[in-house]
């Protein structure tokens, strides 16, 4: 494999794991005067997590397989829930269960829907 790829992986995990880091602390103090500076933060962390994943897939050449939809399923969901805690601050064990569910299913994808060169599932 290409360097590339290491370099898109290394992208990809790590703002996964920041960005999560980031959604659980405005769960932990949804402080207003946070709201914007955590806005900022997810949305910086959401799109180089987006840049990672789409530059495995442009690396790679595996075209567009139907097992991204769901990481973007999740992409979505989990860049939402950092500003949900500012919203509506009495749902936060709600959105703690379904921050969690989202990154399980992210990750299980990832191991269930292994594909080859072509992009075709094993």
């Given at each position: ?45 959401a ?15 595996i ?42 299913i ?17």
């Amino acid at each position: 494999m290409p360097m590339k790829v290491q370099i898109y992986q290394i992208l990809h995990v790590v703002s996964m794991v920041f960005l999560t880091s980031v959604v659980f602390q405005s769960f932990a103090n949804p402080d207003p005067k946070n709201k914007k500076r955590t806005g900022m933060i997810t949305g910086i962390l959401a799109t180089l997590m987006l840049i990672g994943g789409f530059g495995l897939l442009a690396v790679m050449k595996i075209g567009f397989p139907g097992w991204i939809l769901i990481k973007l399923a999740c992409w979505f969901g989990l860049a939402g829930m950092g500003g949900m805690a500012y919203r509506k601050p009495e749902k936060i064990p709600l959105f703690t269960a379904i921050t969690i569910l989202l990154v399980v299913i992210a990750i299980a994808t990832v191991y269930f829907f292994r594909y080859t060169a072509s992009g075709s599932l094993e």
